[in-house]
């Protein structure tokens, strides 16, 4: 059974309560999920997944400190991430408060690792990663379930390869 990490930070709740829907995606995409916030997280934790998720508020069109200081703290495990399923989802106050710069911003440090990264081809959410204004409503925490089970499938071939 693959294994799939999903990382998150939340102020207000919002970010969390995507961060339970991926997990409950990738749980019914046959994974065992590790569920933390970022002040739980470990370097470790990254290097034992096969799958990673982070979720971060946007911040003036960017993630939030707190997982970009995260992010930044995994160049220790450089080489560790390769080749390891990689996605994002986000929050916001409004429809344009970056949403899309913040997905970009978790990604490009999962490329960095050379992680693959799953996106959403059918346009359930976003093409980068789920997104939600505000608290989440039924069809941000249905595109956050599809991405969950989609980086379960994607980390399950991967782990068996």
Not at 11 to 23: D, L, Q, Y
Not at 95 to 119: K, P, Q, R
Not at 124 to 132: I, L
Request: one cysteine or more; aromatic letters at 4%.
């Amino acid at each position: 059974m693959s294994k799939v990490l999903v990382v998150y930070h939340s102020r207000s709740g919002n970010t969390a309560k995507m961060a339970e829907a991926v997990a409950e995606g990738a749980k019914n995409g046959g994974a065992d999920v590790v569920l933390k916030t970022v002040d739980e997280a470990a370097l470790e934790d990254l290097a034992a997944a096969d799958g990673i998720v982070f979720g971060a508020p946007t911040y003036f069109g960017t993630l939030s400190g707190e997982m970009k200081s995260f992010i930044d703290k995994s160049v220790r495990i450089r080489g560790k991430l390769e080749s390891k399923v990689g996605a994002a989802f986000t929050s916001s106050g409004s429809l344009s408060g970056g949403n899309e710069t913040t997905l970009i911003s978790i990604i490009e440090g999962m490329l960095i690792h050379g992680m693959i990264i799953v996106g959403d081809p059918i346009e359930t959410g976003g093409h980068y990663g789920a997104v939600a204004v505000g608290s989440p409503d039924a069809e941000a925490l249905m595109a956050c379930r599809k991405l969950g089970d989609r980086v379960a499938k994607f980390a399950k071939i991967i782990a068996s390869a």
